[in-house]
């Protein structure tokens, strides 16, 4: 009897809920060509499949059908829309393939970035991660920089002639494999299956979240079963657990090896050791990894993008450098009080920080009716935004869109107090403020100041001849360069000059990584 009713019924719910859904899907009117939209695909599975294998042959059918702009990605329900400039790069770029897709999905994506998806760091944990040192038994396992030269010398090519970045590969890669030495550990920061877990869970969440916005939302929870990137994130979190879980458990039997033989066991000093060691947590160690890559990868990665762009832009600001970081090292190696000495370095960051960030940055949904001090109502579920034009404000900055890399050098010289790197205030709001500022800065910091110290010794960068780059406006956001054609080389330009100069490089480098010293992390 209830067999009987189910079986009438359910076909009928289903049938109910899915014209339902066609109808209410509240898909935005696409004022571009759309190349990928297919009759009845209504949760874009096929749009999905087709842009993970056919991206290249989509694009090419749809610039030669429509001479303009075309949106030729829409599987998560975001417009992404190709100006006739990217048609132009996409035609003259040779070897177009899935990767150099991903620029244009991720900077897409960009305003995907809401602190509400932020993973907030129990107990003070991420503070107690970036400001902990190493002691004395953990000396076996490699440091930060020692991760950041490995990444580096598997990732950038090794060679004397220019060669053109691959951003994905090149500057993702190495801040992904140097933050996964700090969170996941030394067993899987080198991984390429958990690098590429990891970086595909931050591309695919930030398309979630989007694909989610184009539904109503009393129907997310509903759609979000159903939606190809909910249902990769889902899957990717499957993965991450399982192989999170191998960590866990081989880091046990070490231990208790160790134990049974006497030994004193390897004290790992990573997110994952922490949070495995800490009972008020909930939460599933893999899901925090996660949810830490999708904090620091993307945010980080920009903030390096920039300042190499910005250093191509500026090779008057190479020579200074090299020097400071030369200095700076020749002490004690590349050590926490290395890094603080770094000015130069720390206004540059700062400078290409202020270059992408000048609009509109964070967002806030009101959870209640709140009043202003000056009366303004702003009502219960609003959302606003942080007006960040300060940043670009000429009663702040002199020449404010003049790039000076001293600028903030300056500004400490002359007494401000907040012209660090890691400083927020009112006029500088790119790691947010009060309650949730971001907790990461400090990471953040010296994983840039190392990677540039890095890249800046060991190599010369330039923009293509000719090319230039402009960050790029999505609505009131601001992004880097995604197609910025930008080329470094070992020793190019020494090679080109003196020969005592280049032995000063190849001393420099050897500095850097033969030196014993107090490790960062
Ligand atoms: C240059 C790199 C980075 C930038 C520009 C950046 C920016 C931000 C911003 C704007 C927020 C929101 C703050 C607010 O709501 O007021 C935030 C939050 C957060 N960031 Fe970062 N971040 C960076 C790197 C990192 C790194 C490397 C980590 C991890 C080690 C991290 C972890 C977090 C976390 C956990 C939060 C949430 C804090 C909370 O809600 O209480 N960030 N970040």
């Known amino acids: 009897m209830i067999l009987e009713l189910l079986s009438n019924v359910v076909p009928w719910t289903l049938v109910a809920i899915i014209v339902g859904l066609y109808y209410l899907n509240p898909h935005q009117e696409i004022v571009f060509p759309v190349v990928n939209a297919y009759a009845g695909d209504i949760f874009r599975r096929k749009a999905y499949r087709e842009y993970k294998t056919n991206a290249k042959r989509l694009i090419a059918e749809g610039l030669a059908m429509y001479n303009g702009p075309i949106s030729p990605l829409v599987p998560h329900g975001v417009k992404i829309v190709l100006p006739s400039a990217f ?207 999708m904090a620091a990868l993307f945010t980080t990665n920009e903030a390096l993008r920039q300042t190499l762009i910005d250093l191509a832009e500026h090779p008057e600001l190479v020579a200074p450098l090299r020097r400071e970081i030369e200095e700076s090292i020749s002490r004690h190696g590349l050590c926490q009080a290395a890094l603080q000495k770094m000015d130069l370095l720390d206004s540059v960051m700062k400078e290409s920080q202020r270059q992408t960030s000048g609009l509109v940055g964070l967002e806030r949904k009101a959870i209640r009716d709140t009043t202003l001090p000056d009366g303004t109502l702003i009502p219960k579920g609003s959302h606003i935004m942080v007006d960040s034009s300060d940043m670009r404000n000429p009663e702040v900055h002199d020449h404010p869109d003049v790039y000076d890399g001293y600028r903030f050098v300056k500004r400490r010289q002359a007494g401000e107090k907040a012209s660090q790197f890691v400083q927020a205030s009112r006029e500088h709001k790119t790691f947010g403020g009060g309650r949730h500022i971001c907790p990461g800065r400090f990471f953040a910091n010296a994983e840039l100041k190392i990677c540039l110290a890095h890249i800046l010794l060991d190599y010369d960068v330039r923009l293509k001849e000719g090319y230039c780059s402009k960050p790029m406006s999505f609505g009131v956001y601001a992004g880097v360069d995604p197609v910025a054609e930008f080329e470094y080389g070992l020793g190019c330009a020494k090679a080109s000059s003196t020969p005592e100069a280049r032995l000063h490089a190849v001393n420099s480098k050897e500095r850097l990584k033969g030196e014993s010293h107090v490790p960062i992390f």
């Open 87 to 293: 048609s132009d790069w996409i035609k003259t770029n040779r070897d177009l393939d899935h990767q150099e897709l991903i620029k244009e999905e991720y900077f897409a994506h960009l305003p995907g970035f809401e602190p509400s998806y932020a993973v907030h760091s129990p107990d003070g944990l991420l503070i107690d991660l970036l400001r902990t040192k190493l002691s004395q038994n953990e000396e076996t396992l490699p440091t930060l920089d020692q991760q950041v030269v490995a990444a580096l010398q598997h990732h950038w090519v090794d060679s004397d002639s220019w060669h053109q970045i691959s951003w994905e590969r090149d500057t993702t890669g190495i801040i992904s494999w140097a933050a996964a030495s700090v969170f996941v550990g030394p067993e899987k920061a080198s991984d390429p299956e958990w690098q590429m877990l990891s970086q595909a869970y931050v591309r695919e969440l930030f398309s979630a979240v989007n694909e989610l916005r184009t539904w109503r939302p009393s129907l997310r929870s509903v759609v979000q079963w159903f939606l190809p990137h909910t249902s990769a994130c889902r899957a990717l979190v499957r993965k991450a657990r399982v192989m999170i879980d191998e960590v866990v458990k081989r880091r046990a039997e070490e231990s208790d090896l160790a134990q049974r033989q006497g030994r004193t066991a390897r004290r790992y000093n990573d997110v994952l050791s922490w949070t495995s060691h800490m009972p008020s947590n909930k939460l599933h160690l893999g899901d925090i990894q996660l949810a830490l890559a």
